[in-house]
């Protein structure tokens, strides 16, 4: 038999391309099964979206609802503090604040413990030389000298002999590596000096030095005494707690921070007042600022996830192309139980604000929602208990239905399971029509070249033949 190098080279039959056109055929169960597999693949992203959209519905619905402990009316009136001379202090305020104005006066900041070196000190020089163990101890300086140190905040100190400056303000840093102490050194008109300062204000936070010659200082004797001098002529300072008048009432502090002095009011003083002329501290509350911003947060993430429902189930009559779950029964829970959640949910009591729509929140005919403000807060004037009361219930039953939906064990979670095993099955039976599909190709394959192969021999033969008959009609003319 004749020897064929390609379909059709043998016979000049376009072999290749019936075998294209045979296979085309064959694959449209594949085909079909691949577009099927593509459109579940499509529904499976679109489960996902409307998963997403409905858990940030949830995260806006759980945060109407207060914590634990904390009553609705708690968590929805905010306070404000404001101080008049806003040079002199500032001021901040929690829920637990009480309205009203307060006289401020100002008569020291907190300081720090400040201590110096003294600028070329021969004292200084001997101390590295002999080097040592440099003792920091931070305690507490009541009455006129009587220093309690606390050992836990004490600090050791290696100074090698014959330490520079730099040198004893570095071992000091890595020491104190929680700040509790700094040390640094300015180069002024006497020289080098080492300044060391308390890492807190106030009398509380006082340094006391010993253990090397020319770095000692006892805050525990007259004015102190040592080598190191915190006296503001030479560049120190004394540790000193800041002192106010609050309604004429005097009150410390051994930071210029003060939190527990009026309930739920926080200080922050930087400034002295002058003499005998106070600032004014003004606390007012508020009932409709964080309401306001709760609901629309909730608004807002309730128009979004209305909008991928609504496109997800919708039919485009124009480009005649239906949403990725138009008819799904999924889409269509979820829809209803969110709109059933909106209209349904009610206070339950005689208020007269029992429904979102009493106290400003309006559904218009696209299915958004809005928020008048002037409503809302004529309702927070009239009944602020049962309108924080009403805003808790509808957080908490949002949330509470939703994550039916969207947990692992909701309608959502099932739907993609479901889905995805039809995949699954799905790509079984793919694979199973590509492996009979690569039999069936081989056949045809195989037919082909057969045929290819005889018609070719058959080709080869009647050339022979023709040859033949030319050959016996010359010699027949031959003869004659």
């Known amino acids: 038999m004749a020897s064929v190098s390609s379909l059709g080279s043998g016979s000049g039959l376009d072999l290749s391309g019936l ?70 202090a500032s001021a901040t305020a929690t829920s637990s604040a009480v309205a009203g104005q307060y006289s401020l006066e100002v008569m020291a900041l907190a300081k720090a413990h400040r201590l110096t070196s003294a600028g070329n000190s ?50 000091i840093n890595t020491a104190a590596s929680d700040e509790r ?7 002024g008109t006497n020289g080098k000096q080492l300044v060391l300062t308390s890492g807190k204000t106030g009398t509380a936070n006082v340094m006391k030095l010993s253990g090397i010659a020319g770095f000692d200082f006892n805050p525990g004797s007259a004015s102190g005494s040592g080598s190191l001098s915190q006296a503001a002529a030479n560049g120190g300072q004394s540790a000193g707690d800041a002192a106010f008048t609050l309604n004429g009432i005097t009150g410390t502090s051994s930071s210029n921070t003060v939190t527990d002095v009026l309930d739920g009011v926080s200080l922050t003083l930087t400034k002295l007042t002058a003499a005998s002329t106070p600032t004014t501290l003004t606390v007012s509350k508020n009932k409709t ?34 949403g990725v779950l138009q008819g799904n029964s999924t889409l269509r829970s979820a829809q209803s139980q969110v709109r ?20 400003g929140v309006s559904l218009a005919k696209d299915g958004t929602l809005s928020l008048n403000s002037t409503k809302l807060s004529a309702a927070v004037s009239a009944d602020f208990s049962s309108v924080t009361s009403l805003v808790t219930k509808i957080g908490t039953a949002f949330n509470g239905s939703i994550s039916n939906l969207v947990s692992s064990s909701g309608s959502i979670t099932s739907a993609v399971d479901s889905t995805n095993r039809q995949i699954k099955s799905i790509t079984a039976q793919e694979e199973a029509l590509a492996t009979r599909l690569t039999a069936i190709e081989a056949r045809y394959r195989a037919q082909f070249t057969a045929l290819d192969s005889q018609i070719s021999s058959m080709k080869q033969t009647s050339t022979y033949l023709t040859q033949q008959l030319a050959n016996l009609a010359s010699m027949n003319s031959s003869s004659n």
């Open 181 to 187: 102490v700094s040390a640094t050194i300015i180069n």
């Open 19 to 88: 075998l294209t056109s045979l296979m085309q055929a064959e694959q449209k169960p594949l085909t079909a099964l691949q577009k099927k597999e593509s459109s579940f693949q499509t529904k499976i992203s679109a489960y996902g979206s409307l998963k997403s959209a409905l858990s940030s519905l949830q995260t806006a619905a759980s945060a109407l609802i207060p914590g634990t402990g904390v009553s609705a009316a708690t968590k929805y009136q905010t306070a404000n503090a404001s101080i008049a001379d806003t040079t002199i």
């Open 289 to 322: 600022s964080a309401l306001t911003e709760a609901l629309n947060t909730f608004i807002q993430s309730y128009n979004a996830a209305n909008k991928t429902m609504t496109d997800m189930g919708a039919y485009n009559a124009t480009t005649k192309v239906a």
């Open 340 to 359: 059933n959640l909106l209209f349904n949910t009610t206070l339950g009591n005689d208020s007269a604000y029992q429904r979102l729509s009493d106290i």
């Open 122 to 171: 021969a004292t200084v020089t001997t101390g590295l030389a002999a080097g040592g163990t440099l003792k920091i101890e931070l305690g507490a300086l009541s009455g006129t000298y009587s220093f309690t140190p606390d050992t836990s905040r004490e600090l050791n100190v290696a100074v090698a002999a014959g330490s520079t400056l730099e040198q004893v303000r570095d071992a």
